[in-house]
């Protein structure tokens, strides 16, 4: 059956809650009755719309098992030049949108990343950082069992350099413009600014065990379902007309509310990325994805099919992230897989509503570490985080999606307002 022509203006609305609803099992019960009533209303059932998308995954997914049998990675490498230059050539751009994930090489130079890597050694050891470490700040990250795997790190030279390089700007615009950023007269955000989103750093010793991280994704959790502007950025799914879904639309995204929540996101990222600064083998505990943007239709059908319970969003919740799994999501799970050895300078970046994991090691072999740097382009709602990012910036504090730990307030090394270029201070906001 072909999609319907049921003008969407005369569907059933949808409820919404512009905040954490105080009684979530009776808002899950309601949303989902709604939008069951709503793709019903176009003329499909809720099955038939789940059945398109599911044929398109099942496709995407036995691809990228057939690329593994064969040998092949999954992940697309472009050479940072061919970015540089404009020079990627046509079959990488097209695996890139298909597969949704991309290892830049020579993103930098090797023996940059490394100085960077020893840099903030330096960094912390001066600042007594071990001495004082309290901990895991957050239930999240502290479960890989490091001591400590994540540092709550987020204002050294070497990290700000990064970020406001040329060279990063340059991965981040290309990335950008791989989404639809502009439709219906509205540019939902500035390909070519980025805001500068400040995260922490991975540094795993040789020898180290890691638990590593559950299957999960990021962009949100209820609020992707109950929030006016998320329903009009997933409006195709829940209108019936589920072959025109793009999961490279950023329509509706950048400038609506996010239930808050101690693992978000205030940012919109185009992409989550990290910058590698030491060696990693792709068997040493790395992070692996389901490469297939369109998993993101699967996820949020999902719930809506009658062998999930009224009161169930397959597990998703607010204040967690939003889980991915054999239990309901087995067709995907066939299709995780890891990123291919990379070397310090090179970068790893994928689509921000990608399902990924971090696989555990044990004894793992050399160092794996990381600087996390998305791609988070100019928009409203990265301009309004922005300002919480600069009061953060002028006085070491951890940026407020992140536990409060202020390590840095007191650091007199750290990167000052005086070390921004133009790039920094445009990503900021200063200009």
């Not at 319907?4 to 899950?28: G, K, M, R, Y």
């Not at 600069?390 to 536990?403: N, Y």
């Amino acid at each position: 059956m072909s999609a319907p022509t049921v003008p969407a203006t005369t569907l059933p609305a949808l409820p919404h809650w512009e905040q954490t609803p105080a009684d979530l099992t009776s808002a899950i019960r309601e949303i989902k009755g709604a939008l069951r009533a709503r793709i019903t209303a176009s003329g499909r059932t809720v099955e038939e719309v789940f059945g398109v998308v599911e044929e398109r995954v099942r496709a995407a997914v036995e691809d990228i098992e057939a690329a593994r049998e064969r040998g092949e990675t999954v992940w697309p490498e472009i050479d940072y030049a061919d970015i540089a230059n404009g020079t990627v050539p046509a079959e990488q751009l097209a695996l890139l949108r298909r597969r949704g994930c991309l290892v830049v090489r020579g993103h930098f130079p090797r023996q940059q990343a490394l100085g960077w890597d020893a840099d903030i050694v330096d960094y912390v050891e001066s600042n007594r950082f071990f001495d004082d470490y309290r901990g895991p700040g957050d239930d999240f990250f502290g479960s890989v069992g490091s001591k400590p795997e994540i540092y709550p790190i987020y204002w050294s030279p070497a990290q700000m350099q990064a970020r406001q390089s040329e060279r990063m700007a340059a991965v981040q615009a290309f990335l950008n413009g791989q989404w639809k950023h502009a439709s219906d007269g509205v540019q939902w955000f500035d390909p070519s600014r980025d805001s500068l989103y400040p995260d922490r750093i991975r540094r795993r010793p040789e020898g180290a065990d890691s638990g590593g991280l559950g299957t999960h994704l990021d962009p949100g959790t209820l609020d992707l379902w109950m929030t006016e502007a998320y329903q009009k950025a997933f409006r195709h799914l829940f209108d019936g007309a589920v072959e025109q879904y793009d999961p490279w639309d950023a329509a509706h995204r950048t400038a609506g509310p996010q239930y808050p929540g101690s693992t978000m996101c205030s940012a919109f990222r185009t992409f989550q990325g990290w910058t590698a600064l030491s060696d990693m083998d792709h068997d040493q505990g790395v992070l692996h994805t389901v490469a297939i943007p369109e998993a993101m239709a699967y996820l949020m059908l999902r719930p809506l099919l009658s062998d999930v319970p009224d009161d169930d969003m397959c597990g998703v919740t607010v204040n967690q992230v939003f889980p991915a799994g054999d239990r309901w999501h087995p067709l995907l799970m066939r299709a995780l897989s890891g990123i291919p050895d990379v070397r310090a300078g090179d970068s790893v970046w994928w689509h921000c509503d990608m399902i990924h994991s971090v696989a555990p090691v044990r004894n793992q072999q050399g160092w794996g570490n990381v600087m996390y740097i998305p791609a988070a382009p100019w928009c409203p709602r990265n301009e309004s985080y922005a300002a919480r990012v600069r009061e953060a910036f002028l006085t070491g504090s951890s940026p407020s999606d992140f536990p409060e730990e202020h390590y840095e307030r007191a650091w007199p090394n750290r990167f000052r307002p005086e070390d921004l270029n133009e790039t920094g201070r445009r990503g900021l906001g200063l200009d």
